[in-house]
Antibody, heavy 117, light 107 residues
Framework: EVQLVESGGGLVQPGGSLRLSCAAS????????MTWVRQAPGKGLEWVANIKEDGSDKYYVDSVKGRFTISRDNAKNSLFLEMNSLRAEDTAMYYCVRDSYRFFDYWGQGSLVTVSS | ETVMTQSPATLSVSPGERATLSCRASQSVSINLAWYQQKPGQAPRLLIYGASTRATGVPARFSGSGSGTEFTLTISSLQSEDFAVYYCQQYNSWPLTFGPGTKVDIK
């Protein structure tokens, strides 16, 4: 059974940093692209970033470029999102998602990030 | 950027009735279109990819159609568990983009 479990969310002040982690199991992690998708409270879904199987290619939505970094550790079946210079508009539930040719077939339950003073 | 729009924003349907949801892309996405279902407090669930292919375990009452810029998700006979928000997503070009969603609620 595919499982994706996020951790690392919480309350952070504007301008602060946070690192999200995602522990994957139930599939061969190193053979899939992986993605972060976020959802602001009461709003729709927004693709944030994704990373190739071996970590050699990464893509970001414009609003997080230069502030967020996606990475992975295939030996530990883990995906990460390093978030710096956080803004109020980054407040959202962040989902770790398995990427199947750019659509998303398995989702974690999410990790809530709140940016507020 | 390919902008996705969905209509209607809310669809009120009685159980057992048919529901038809629309999704439009600002430019052609070929058949690189997926549909997701999200219930309150839950993560989204993949329903359809490739515009018309049902994901594993998705009931046959869900069907997708369309290509280019116009797409439709049809739920042939609504069950109580189908009342949710439905999102379309294009994966033809970067950035990957979602529609704003259609909420299907009980009439």
């Amino acid at each position: 059974e595919v499982q994706l479990v996020e951790s690392g969310g919480g309350l952070v002040q504007p301008g602060g940093s946070l690192r999200l982690s995602c522990a994957a199991s139930g599939f061969i992690f190193g053979t899939y692209w992986m993605t972060w998708v976020r959802q602001a409270p009461g709003k729709g879904l927004e693709w944030v970033a994704n990373i190739k199987e071996d970590g050699s290619d990464k893509y970001y939505v414009d609003s997080v470029k230069g502030r967020f970094t996606i990475s992975r550790d295939n030996a530990k079946n883990s995906l990460f999102l390093e978030m710096n210079s956080l803004r109020a508009e980054d407040t959202a539930m962040y989902y770790c998602v398995r990427d199947s040719y750019r659509f998303f077939d398995y989702w974690g339950q999410g990790s809530l990030v709140t940016v507020s003073s | 950027e390919t902008v996705m729009t969905q209509s209607p924003a809310t669809l009120s349907v009685s159980p057992g009735e048919r529901a038809t949801l629309s999704c439009r892309a600002s430019q052609s996405v070929s058949i690189n279109l997926a549909w997701y279902q999200q219930k309150p407090g839950q993560a989204p669930r993949l329903l359809i990819y490739g515009a018309s292919t049902r994901a594993t375990g998705v009931p046959a009452r869900f069907s997708g159609s369309g290509s280019g810029t116009e797409f439709t998700l049809t739920i042939s006979s609504l069950q109580s568990e189908d009342f949710a928000v439905y999102y379309c997503q294009q994966y033809n070009s970067w950035p990957l983009t979602f529609g704003p969603g259609t909420k299907v609620d009980i009439k």
